[in-house]
């Protein structure tokens, strides 16, 4: 992550990040939060970067041992025929490793709930083009 150096979390924020999708291809991607509604959800969208339209809402359930986290991914690839090929090759695998990773750590922060399973949709749109 590049951007921000600051503390807090609010609506408007922007995140810039650089990702390397492919070996030898680097490119930013650069969301914002464009919704919080304090303690039920917040959601961050793509305003530029590799997808054509990202749009993740992470849901906050209370539990009666603590809080589970719920997500929600919806996105699409550009380049049409050439984007749904690497949705079947690559895309969907790593999208699911990144939410791997984002799990580990957050257990590794929080901890984890007996008897509570990972809550992740991740939701290709169709879109012409």
Do not use: C
Not at 11 to 27: C, D, H, K, R
Not at 35 to 54: R, S
Not at 114 to 120: D, E, I, R
Request: no cysteine; proline share 6%.
């Amino acid at each position: 992550m590049l951007q921000p150096k600051e503390e807090g979390f609010y609506e408007g924020q922007v995140f810039v990040y650089q990702l390397s999708p492919l070996p030898g291809f680097t490119t930013r991607w650069v969301s914002e939060i464009s919704t919080i509604k304090p303690k039920e959800y917040f959601i961050d969208i793509q305003l530029a970067g590799p997808y054509k339209l990202w749009h993740h809402q992470h849901q906050i359930h209370p539990v009666d041992e603590g809080v589970e986290i719920r997500d929600l991914v919806h996105y699409a690839l550009p380049m049409g025929l050439l984007g749904k090929l690497a949705q079947s090759l690559f895309i969907k695998k790593q999208l699911l490793e990144t939410f791997r990773y984002r799990e580990d750590k957050l257990k590794g922060f929080f901890g984890s709930l007996a008897g509570h399973k990972s809550h992740l949709t991740i939701q290709p749109l169709k879109t012409n083009g």
